[in-house]
């Protein structure tokens, strides 16, 4: 029997048909969202990120990446996305001064998306730690930025305006970083795992998005979505947090709605 809390969602039907038809009609009022990751050897999940979020209807996008990859982009012109750079460390992540940059063009957007590939620094770890107790704006986060906080896992977790697009792998690490009792285990099945993130998001503020085989699931404030994936994809977190991010950003009062419904939209 499936719990009240936890409800099922498909391509063909989807929970809150009202989300869809209700899109920004033009780039005005469709939001600004900034795009934050890379690092010198690597800056794809940027570029995906974008892609999908402007695939989901974002209207402006600004990128922030390391300087150290900025002799990648010398001609470079979209009349969407905007680039600029901030401090990086000689090995090409960004560095402990990257913090005041970032906070100032989060304050310019309506959305942040940190979206990955920022390598493994102790720097970047503190510029990561310090942006996240000063920005109080709405945030998604993916790929390997959620790896940086297991150490301070209540950063995250009690973070409100906080999405987390994360593995199975990873939430199963912060669950036992936070202490929670019921462990996230990689098969763990959907009733299992709704029950036990049902009691996670009572407890604490964000939004959860992870993958259970061939589900995506949305977790808030106890309530559950599951949506049934038309194929099984191995590389999901990316995308899934750039339109949830989209979507979110657009309906920022419907958080659970919001996400739940970009996880069905073409």
Known sequence: MVPEYWQKQTKDTPLFPDLLWSRPENRAGAGKLLIAGGNSMG????????????????????A???????????????????????????????????????????????????????????????????YLQKYLGPVTITKDVVDYFYSLPELLANRPKTTLVLSMAQLQKLGTALKFETPFLLSMGMLMLSQALHKFTERYPVVIITKELDNLVVAYEGKV???????????????????????????PHKPFEAITTSLVAE
Not at 45 to 58: F, T
Not at 226 to 251: C, P, Y
């Open 225 to 251: 979505s599951s949506t049934k994936l038309q194929k099984e994809e191995d590389i999901w977190r990316v995308g899934t947090a750039a339109a949830a991010a989209v979507f979110w950003m657009q309906n």
């Open 64 to 130: 922030i990446l390391p300087n150290s990859i900025r002799t990648h982009f010398p001609r470079f012109q979209d009349q969407v996305l905007e680039i600029e750079f901030a401090p990086s460390t000689p090995s090409g992540s960004f560095a402990k001064s990257a913090q005041s940059e970032l906070l100032n063009h989060s304050a310019w957007a309506d959305m942040v998306l940190l979206a990955g590939d920022v390598g493994r620094n102790s720097e970047t770890s503190v510029m990561l730690e310090g």
């Open 43 to 62: 800056f794809a999940a940027v570029g995906e990120a974008y892609s999908c979020a402007v695939k989901s209807g974002a209207g402006i996008i600004r």
